[in-house]
């Protein structure tokens, strides 16, 4: 199937009261295992990429890959930039076909980030491309990933308000005490700073870091405006951790043989999240 605007999958998420897993992939091995597994679940999907994958493939190549292997299944999906931290970037992943983009403008002064995504808005709508807005910064746990920084600020429910208003944005992504990475120690989500955001927003929420996530606290951030929960590092760690093992061992040296068995490692954590959100069957 084609890609279809991210927004359309978070509404139906909504009225359905469950959400959609956003999955970081890097090249056409880990695209195919999303949208493989997502046809054999029959649920929906966001396929996730941005500035720490585009030095494997750039926008284009990337965007051009992801759209041949969707035609090969009957997946309801979403191609995605993360992260972007670029109007540059922006523009390269619309031109690649990207159904939704992220103007991650969150560490910056909240005016510039509300007019960069007044330009975002400006171009993707359009398209019929959705648009991704942060407002609040989230931290870093460990050294796994490459997103988020040293210090969270969280979002202020009554600045919500003003700031999807202002831009037009499609979805907020929220920092109510998630960060990127793997939790070391449990997270303290707020969820009362999330019950108001949901009140003052009309538009789906996203929840950045949900690697590690307890499923309780998962479920509850869902019924409260939850839509798109994005999953990266629990990834890359199954990968890592098959390619280590295997090359411990002394076993598939040759790169194209270890590599595919790290991306079958992969398959688990996915079919977990897809249960998980409650997506699994929604498609």
């Known amino acids: 199937m084609e890609f279809i605007p991210m927004s359309v999958l978070q509404q139906e998420a909504l009225v359905g009261g469950y959400g959609v897993p956003a999955f970081c992939v890097w090249n056409a091995e880990t695209i195919e295992a999303v949208l493989r597994t997502a046809e054999a679940m029959k649920a929906p999907v966001i396929l996730m990429n941005g500035p720490g994958e585009f030095g494997l493939l750039a926008p284009a190549p990337m965007g051009a890959v992801a759209h041949t292997l969707a035609r090969r299944y009957n997946v309801r999906a979403a191609l995605h930039l993360d992260h972007g931290d670029s109007l540059e970037m922006v523009d390269a992943c619309l031109d690649a076909g990207y159904t939704s983009v992220m103007l991650d403008y969150s560490l910056r002064p909240i005016q510039e980030n509300v007019e960069a995504l007044q330009r975002v808005v400006a171009k993707a709508h359009p398209r019929g491309v959705t648009v991704e807005g942060e407002l609040g910064t989230l931290g870093q746990v460990g050294d796994v990933t490459v ?122 954590v996915l079919e977990k999240w897809l249960r998980l959100t409650g997506a699994a069957g929604r498609a």
């Open 147 to 268: 997103e988020g920084g040293k210090t969270t600020t969280l979002t202020d429910p009554e600045v919500a308000a003003h700031f999807v208003e202002a831009t037009g944005i499609d979805t907020l992504a929220v920092s109510i005490g998630n960060a990127h990475g793997i939790y070391t120690t449990l997270p303290h989500l707020d969820f009362e700073r999330l019950a108001k955001i949901h009140k003052a927003v009309s538009i789906p929420l996203v929840l950045h870091g949900g690697s590690g996530t307890p499923p309780a606290d998962l479920q509850r951030a869902i019924s409260l405006g939850i839509a798109k929960i994005n999953v990266a590092t629990e990834l890359i760690t199954a990968m890592r951790k098959s390619l280590l093992d295997q090359w411990e061992r002394g076993k598939n040296l040759w790169a194209p043989i270890a590599q595919a068995v790290a991306i079958e490692a992969m398959i688990p």
